[in-house]
């Protein structure tokens, strides 16, 4: 008997339809759009770069290094020269009352000053300037030093709560399956209801644990995409095993820090300063000359003079603009010392903590881990022999998933701890960090 479906002997094959190319093509363009549309995943130093990409902030001491260098052309020039138009001795009484060329003693009256500043003077005035200049630069490389620190951190927090979300999901998965079996096992006689309460008991507690970490991995989310401009994945694993400060020679590498330079570059400000007040212990003199024009019957006369100023007071202010601008080099100086030393101290602190992580993490792996897990294996076949129960299994499991994440806890802090040394000074920084950087002039 033939079966309905059989083809009629002579009943025309049917073929399918070729697809139009520009459909194929079209299909295409559409998967190229969607793999490209879909976040790329990111290595820890392409989030910085991203990160630093789209900074303001830098963009921000970019500016303030512009203007501290056009003040410093600015302060560097004389002032501008003072025109003066008066007219002198006008009559105010008398028949000649309000004569501009009657009386021989009135003149119109037009002149030029012109104040003859000290170069000395103009030197200090731009060098202050040019060693804000430096400074805005110094102040980048902090800027751009906790740019790429905060990216760094933010991008380790998303590797490890994926790392835990994953850890934990798949446990989950494992539960559901073991609930699953306790129901099979208790339908068939050979469970109890207890191991099936205990089961479902052990996957809520479970669930929960799985919403925090989704909220956790959630938050670090968007914490990197404040730096990176985009939620996107991670790519690659951290080698938190190096730094590259010297732990032997902290107070030599640390002299040279961004803050540090800062510091450093207010202290040269403050020597500019000082410069400038004993420069200004030496008046400045003006110049002046003034074309007097009388009447038609009289002859037009010039007059030159000279101005200047009297220091009779020196000791109460000169001397003291120039004590209180020697205090304040004191002061600077002693912020920076007090600021190295936290710096060092702050320093040690950390290397000492993520060389305890260091070692933390290496019993993990290589004991507490191996460990937990053998003796997850060995529950489950005495619980397969009938010597243990289902809850037993449950507990083991349990203790052996917060192992995990506990590990992966101290692994996550020890990279914290990392991506805060390793990025103390800023990679490809704009100043040079090097104490021989002072400003020449301030010296």
């Not at 190229?32 to 990409?53: D, F, N, S």
């Not at 404040?226 to 730094?243: F, H, K, M, S």
């Not at 881990?369 to 009938?386: C, D, F, K, M, Q």
């Not at 040394?421 to 704009?430: H, K, T």
């Amino acid at each position: 008997m033939s079966s309905p479906f059989s083809a009629h002997p002579n009943a025309r094959v049917s073929r399918p339809r070729s697809v139009p190319k520009a459909a194929l093509a079209l299909s295409f363009l559409v998967a190229i759009h969607g793999a490209l549309a879909a976040p790329q995943p990111l290595t820890i130093g392409e989030a910085q770069q991203r990160a630093v990409a789209r900074s303001r902030q830098l963009g921000a001491q970019d500016q303030a290094i512009t203007a501290a260098n056009e003040m410093a052309v600015a302060a560097g020039q004389r002032p501008d020269p003072v025109l003066k138009v008066g007219i002198d001795n006008l009559p105010v009484s008398g028949s000649d009352r309000l004569s501009l060329g009657s009386d021989f003693m009135t003149m119109r009256r037009i002149g030029v000053s012109q104040e003859l500043t000290r170069a000395d003077k103009l030197h200090w005035r731009s060098a202050h300037y040019q060693i804000e200049g430096d400074k805005a630069l110094a102040q980048k490389d902090v800027a751009l030093a906790a740019i790429q620190r905060n990216t760094a951190i933010a991008w380790l927090e998303v590797f490890y709560t994926e790392q835990m979300a994953s850890a934990v999901s798949a446990h989950a998965a494992v539960s559901r399956q073991e609930i699953e079996a306790a129901e099979a096992s208790y339908r068939g006689g050979r469970g109890s209801s207890a191991d099936i309460l205990a089961a479902r008991s052990a996957l809520l507690a479970l669930d929960d644990r799985v919403s925090e970490v989704q909220r956790r991995q959630r938050a670090a989310h968007n914490m990197l995409a404040r730096w990176t401009g985009e939620d996107t994945l991670v790519a690659g694993a951290p080698n938190i095993e190096r730094i590259r400060l010297d732990p032997t020679s902290l107070d030599t590498d640390l002299a040279h820090h961004p803050e540090i330079a800062v510091l450093n570059k207010q202290e040269d400000i403050a020597q500019a300063d000082v410069n400038l007040a004993r420069a200004n212990q030496h008046t400045d003199w003006s110049v002046e000359v003034a074309f007097q024009q009388r009447g038609s019957a009289y002859s037009n006369m010039v007059s030159v003079g000279i101005s200047v100023p009297l220091q009779w007071d020196r000791k109460n202010r000169q001397d003291r603009e120039l004590a209180a601008k020697l205090a304040v080099v004191e002061q600077t100086k002693a912020e920076r010392d007090e600021m190295l030393r936290e710096h060092v101290a702050e320093t040690r602190s950390l290397i000492i903590a993520w060389q305890s992580g260091r070692e933390r993490i290496a019993r993990y792996t290589h004991e507490s881990l191996p460990l937990a897990s053998e003796r997850s294996r060995a529950v489950l076949a005495a619980y397969r022999g009938g010597k243990v129960t289902l809850a037993d299994v449950l507990a083991t499991r349990r203790g052996e998933v917060e192992l995990r994440l506990q590990a992966l806890e101290v692994e996550l802090d020890t990279a914290r701890l990392w991506a805060q040394l390793n990025f103390l000074f800023p990679e490809g920084g704009a100043a040079q960090h090097s104490a021989a950087n002072n400003h020449q002039e301030a010296k």
